[in-house]
């Protein structure tokens, strides 16, 4: 664990989660979850800390966080942006939907903004091909998303961060 007073909550948080669990291989993809969940991505400390924990080796930590797409070892903005590039979406307009947010954000798919707010990615398929094009930040999906959307989408989470402030 790091020195950093923030860094060890955090660690205190997942640990007093792990303890409550079996420590085995079975509660492994819940404790990533909750790791992620608490620092928003999992470093080479975070995942050698669980490895300990649930006495695994850091290499099928490893392995478990590098098979599955939805962990990051990598930082993440606050506001994941994933424009679904599935069959429906691409013929929809995907394509020029990825293109316009990687101008108006100055970053390419599966990179974060220098501001951490937003990180832009893609998906194969998101199972809402009766929505499609598909666009979802976090949790919340928008379909039928045309690039006219774009500038809106982008403006109503950076008020988010306006109404936080005040």
Do not use: W
């Amino acid at each position: 664990m790091c020195s950093n007073p923030l860094s060890e909550q955090k660690f205190g948080e997942l640990e007093n989660f792990i303890n409550k669990l079996p420590a085995n291989r079975s509660s492994l993809i819940e404790v990533l979850h909750k790791a992620q969940h608490i620092f928003g991505y999992l470093p080479e400390d975070v995942q050698s800390f669980i490895a300990d924990k649930l006495h695994l080796s850091v290499a099928t930590v490893y392995g478990v966080v590098t098979f599955y797409s939805y962990f990051t070892t990598i930082p993440r903005g606050k506001y994941v942006i994933n424009i679904c590039m599935g069959t429906a979406c691409f013929v929809k307009g995907a394509g020029d939907i990825l293109k316009e947010f990687e101008t108006k954000l100055n970053i390419k798919a599966g990179q974060t903004t220098a501001d951490s707010k937003f990180t832009l990615e893609v998906l194969r398929c998101v199972g809402a091909c009766g929505l499609a094009p598909v666009v979802t930040v976090n949790d919340k999906v928008y379909g039928h998303f045309t690039v006219a959307q774009v500038d809106d989408l982008l403006h109503e989470y950076a008020e988010k961060e306006v109404s936080v402030v005040e």
